[in-house]
């Protein structure tokens, strides 16, 4: 496992300032924990991820590739990216995390990248019922079908400590947080100078501690799906989308599938 996860999943103490949690139970490694008793501190575990806590180590990895290719929509760079992204992987834990004392734990997928090369993880997929929620709060846009898709494996997903993929039931808040930001500032730009509707861009990425956003933008459709670019709140613009053979360079890119395969390139 990661030492930057085994870091991150340790409880705080005195003598343990690192730890971002109250308490941690890794669930793979606790064996003797039936299904009532996880399900019932942890509300939100699914009992597919349960069941995975009970294999071993290449079972997990193998069993979480075959998930993430069952659920999203078949795309060649895709599969590649995705067999490589397991191939670094040397264990996917399962913990339970608890913030405050007396509050329910929650579940959190984390997949360790070998050669302590950092850490991915993500929370419990979302619900068919939060996934229509997601798209009556978003009532004058199609959200992109691979996002809705992406949702059914992790509801909010991260690189180490990024804020990463937002969870849905954030997306509506933090959609009016930004909506007012941008209304303080000049008229919304892209990079190569065309003026934006701020309200046709639907964040979905946040970078920690940044107001670094990439979003989903309704003034740009390649093949029937929305595309998604990148907001700098340092220059005030998006990214250039006339360049998306670029778009590891400009940040705009046609599909959120597209996206997710430069998010998971190994950390360097």
């Given at each position: 496992?990661?030492?930057?996860?085994?870091?991150?999943?340790?409880?705080?103490?005195?003598?343990?300032?690192?730890?971002?949690?109250?308490?941690?139970?890794?669930?793979?490694?606790?064996?003797?924990?039936?299904?009532?008793?996880?399900?019932?501190?942890?509300?939100?575990?699914c009992k597919g991820w349960f069941e995975l806590s009970r294999l071993?180590?290449?079972?997990?990895?193998?069993?979480?590739?075959?998930?993430?290719?069952?659920?999203?929509?078949?795309?060649?760079?895709?599969?590649?990216?995705?067999?490589?992204?397991?191939?670094?992987?040397?264990?996917?834990?399962?913990?339970?995390?608890?913030?405050?004392?007396?509050?329910?734990?929650?579940?959190?997928?984390?997949?360790?990248?070998?050669?302590?090369?950092?850490?991915?993880?993500?929370?419990?997929?979302?619900?068919?019922?939060?996934?229509?929620?997601?798209?009556?709060?978003?009532?004058?846009?199609?959200?992109?079908?691979?996002?809705?898709?992406?949702?059914?494996?992790?509801?909010?997903?991260?690189?180490?400590?990024?804020?990463?993929?937002?969870?849905?039931?954030?997306?509506?808040?933090?959609?009016?947080?930004?909506?007012i930001m941008l209304k303080n500032e000049d008229p919304m730009i892209?990079?190569?100078?065309?003026?934006?509707?701020?309200?046709?861009?639907?964040?979905?990425?946040?970078?920690?501690?940044?107001?670094?956003?990439?979003?989903?933008?309704?003034?740009?459709?390649?093949?029937?799906?929305?595309?998604?670019?990148?907001?700098?709140?340092?220059?005030?613009?998006?990214?250039?989308?006339?360049?998306?053979?670029?778009?590891?360079?400009?940040?705009?890119?046609?599909?959120?599938?597209?996206?997710?395969?430069?998010?998971?390139?190994?950390?360097?």
């Amino acid at each position: 496992m990661d030492n930057h996860a085994i870091e991150f999943y340790s409880p705080y103490s005195e003598a343990n300032s690192h730890g971002h949690f109250h308490h941690v139970i890794p669930l793979h490694d606790n064996p003797d924990m039936t299904w009532r008793l996880a399900k019932d501190i942890a509300p939100s575990l699914c009992k597919g991820w349960f069941e995975l806590s009970r294999l071993s180590t290449k079972d997990r990895i193998d069993f979480t590739l075959e998930f993430w290719l069952t659920k999203l929509p078949y795309h060649l760079l895709l599969n590649k990216c995705l067999d490589t992204f397991f191939h670094s992987i040397d264990d996917i834990a399962i913990f339970l995390t608890q913030t405050l004392n007396d509050e329910p734990y929650e579940p959190q997928l984390v997949y360790s990248i070998s050669e302590n090369s950092g850490f991915f993880h993500g929370y419990p997929p979302a619900t068919e019922e939060e996934i229509l929620v997601l798209q009556k709060e978003f009532p004058d846009y199609i959200l992109p079908s691979d996002y809705l898709s992406f949702l059914g494996i992790h509801n909010g997903f991260a690189k180490l400590t990024d804020t990463g993929i937002m969870r849905s039931t954030e997306m509506k808040n933090v959609y009016e947080d930004f909506q007012i930001m941008l209304k303080n500032e000049d008229p919304m730009i892209t990079g190569s100078g065309n003026t934006v509707n701020p309200a046709s861009l639907i964040p979905f990425y946040k970078s920690f501690g940044m107001p670094f956003f990439q979003c989903f933008w309704g003034e740009w459709y390649h093949e029937n799906e929305m595309g998604n670019v990148y907001y700098s709140g340092t220059t005030k613009t998006i990214s250039d989308c006339s360049k998306t053979d670029f778009h590891v360079e400009t940040m705009a890119f046609e599909t959120f599938t597209d996206w997710l395969i430069f998010y998971l390139e190994k950390i360097s």
